[in-house]
Every structure is written in structure tokens, then in C-alpha cells.
């Protein structure tokens, strides 16, 4: 019997989004209060008695909370995990990431070569042509909206007024994630092409008003960094993982050589980051059973680790 907690912890608790496997419709929540220790998984099923969905990829959350399931073709909207979703979002091709400007909101899309405007009340209001694949956002000012096109490796500037492209600047092979440091820059991270035409990733830091490219590091061939996360607030650490999890201060530049937390065997596949600066990292072993999460202090040293869903890939905190 799953026991469904009545309120969430402020600062204690976290969810975390398990992908699941692509066709399998085996996606779900797992909500953990991690001073105490308790933990409820298939949380979403349990509350609206109906699967979440198929593959997880991402989230957003402002005073609600969005759920992009990619391969069901629609976004889930709630106002905290505990609470009955609304009526899914639906009209996409395959929705990868929303994001939220002064304009509304947006969502990228795998194979509709379109970023998807949607109005207040959550409503297909304009399909703008991207050819490609659009991936992570990032808002700029207050009518600007950077979106990474990892089919044709290049960073794209939206106006959200005109819903129109004004620039682009080319950048690494497979630009995924994106975020803003505390000096207003861009930190765009690009996984590179696997198998068989296989290239190195790289990070690229970039001024946003003329994405001017200020910095960038290539990793070699075989390496494929993922999960760009920085720290919130102070926005002053980059953290990725590649062979564990890595992080940098955002105004040195310095690419560490080496993870500060190896994978040590194990499968580090989502990558989340407290307030504290606390870090969250998950195994998703085989693909098939059910993933591990750690979490970690500061410095490195492992705090706790919990069995949650099927490939945990995300992490909500509260």
C-alpha cells in the first residue's frame, strides 16, 4: 500500500522525474522528504489514478508545476505534486522543454520543426517555424528567448513579441542544455554526436545581448558531458556530468579535468543541485529496473541514497 504524504516539506523535499522506457508508458514520480527519509514512488498514478505517461524528459515549475512527457504527445500541469493534475496540455509532435516568458509560454518540440507559443491559458497560440530540434530555453530581458536547435548545432534568439528570429551564433555539436550565470552570461553545453559519426562535446559561455562567443572548451572525441545544472540563486557554479559529476566556478573558465564525485561503476544519468548547494545524482543501472538517487554535500561526501523509479533523470525541489 502506498502511503501519500498530506503536505510537502518546505526545504525538505524533492521529486524526482523517472523517464522510463520509450514505448513502455512506465513513467513516474517518486516524492522523497530527505530529513526524514520517507519516500513514495509512483506518486502522480497513486493521486490521479492514471498513468503518467510515456518517457518523462523534463520540467518546469513556477507557481505550478509542468511535466513534459515526450513521447505522449502533451505536458501535465498541476500546482505542487500533491495536487490532482488538470487537463493535460496537448497538440504537440514531441514536446521536449517549457519555458516561461513575459509573453506566454514556450515548448520545443523533436520532430515538428516548430517552437510552440502557447497564451496564459495554455493554448496553442502560434507555431513558429525551426527547422530541427529544439531543446532547453533560457529567457532573456523581457522579450527575448534563446533556444538551442541541436539539429543544426546553432543558439537561436527569439523575439517574443514578434514571435520572429532576430539572430543565431553557431556553437558545438548537439547544443542541449542552457543556463544564466550571476554576470548575465549564457552557458550553452553540447553533448556532441555519438556513434557512428561520433564528436566531442564542448561548453560554450556567450554574451546574450550580441551572443558574442566569450569562452569555449572542446572536450576530446569520446567524451559526451551532460546535464548542465547551476547553482540556484547564486547562479556562480556550473555543474555537468561526464564520468561522475564535475563543476567550475562560472567566472574562471576552468574546466576541471576530473569528476569531484566519480561514478565509481555506476550509471550517473540525472543531475540536480539544492539551494545549499547539496548535490542530487541518479543511476539508472540498466535502463530497466528500478534507478538509485544519491545525494551529496558540498564537498562530495554521500549523505543518503534511495531505490526510486525507472531511469531517474530530474529533480524537482521544494
Avoid at 130 to 144: A, D, H
Avoid at 224 to 240: C, G, V
Wanted: with cysteine; proline share 5%; hydrophobic share 35%.
Amino acid at each position: 500500500m502506498i502511503v501519500i504524504p498530506d503536505f510537502l516539506s518546505p526545504e525538505e523535499s524533492v521529486l524526482v522525474l523517472n523517464e522510463g522506457n520509450f514505448q513502455w508508458g512506465n513513467s513516474s514520480t517518486t516524492l522523497i522528504n530527505f530529513k526524514t527519509g520517507e519516500l513514495t514512488n509512483n506518486l502522480f498514478e497513486s493521486l490521479n489514478s492514471r498513468p503518467l505517461g510515456d518517457v518523462l524528459n523534463s520540467f518546469y515549475k513556477d507557481e505550478e508545476l509542468f511535466l513534459v512527457l515526450n513521447n505522449s504527445q502533451k505536458i501535465e500541469r498541476m500546482k505542487d505534486p500533491l495536487t490532482i493534475a488538470h487537463s493535460p496540455i496537448e497538440g504537440f509532435q514531441s514536446p521536449r522543454y517549457i519555458a516561461k516568458s513575459n509573453q506566454g509560454y514556450y515548448v520545443t518540440d523533436l520532430y515538428s520543426n516548430k517552437l510552440y507559443h502557447l497564451n496564459t491559458s495554455f493554448q496553442i497560440q502560434n507555431e513558429i517555424p525551426l527547422v530541427g530540434w529544439g531543446e532547453q530555453m533560457q529567457v532573456w530581458g523581457s522579450n527575448q528567448l534563446l533556444v538551442c536547435n541541436l539539429t543544426s548545432n546553432f543558439l537561436m534568439k527569439l523575439n517574443t513579441e514578434s514571435d520572429q528570429w532576430i539572430d543565431s551564433v553557431q556553437v558545438g555539436d548537439s547544443p542541449r542544455n542552457i543556463v544564466l550565470d550571476s554576470q548575465n552570461r549564457i552557458w550553452v553545453l553540447c553533448e556532441g554526436k555519438v556513434y557512428p559519426n561520433e564528436s566531442a562535446g564542448s561548453i560554450w559561455c556567450i554574451n546574450p545581448d550580441n551572443l558574442e562567443v566569450l569562452f569555449s572548451h572542446t572536450f576530446t572525441t569520446t567524451s559526451h558531458p551532460t546535464r548542465l545544472q547551476i547553482k540556484p540563486l547564486s547562479n556562480d557554479t556550473i555543474y555537468y556530468l561526464l564520468n561522475g559529476v564535475n563543476r567550475f566556478s562560472a567566472g574562471s573558465f576552468d574546466i576541471p579535468s576530473s569528476p569531484y564525485i566519480p561514478e565509481n561503476g555506476r550509471l550517473f544519468y540525472g543531475l540536480g543541485v539544492e539551494l545549499s548547494g547539496n548535490i542530487w545524482v541518479s543511476d539508472a543501472k540498466d535502463y530497466v529496473q528500478q534507478g538509485d538517487v544519491y545525494r551529496f554535500n558540498a564537498v562530495g561526501n554521500q549523505l543518503s541514497k534511495y531505490q526510486v523509479g525507472i531511469i531517474p533523470s530530474g529533480f524537482v525541489f521544494y
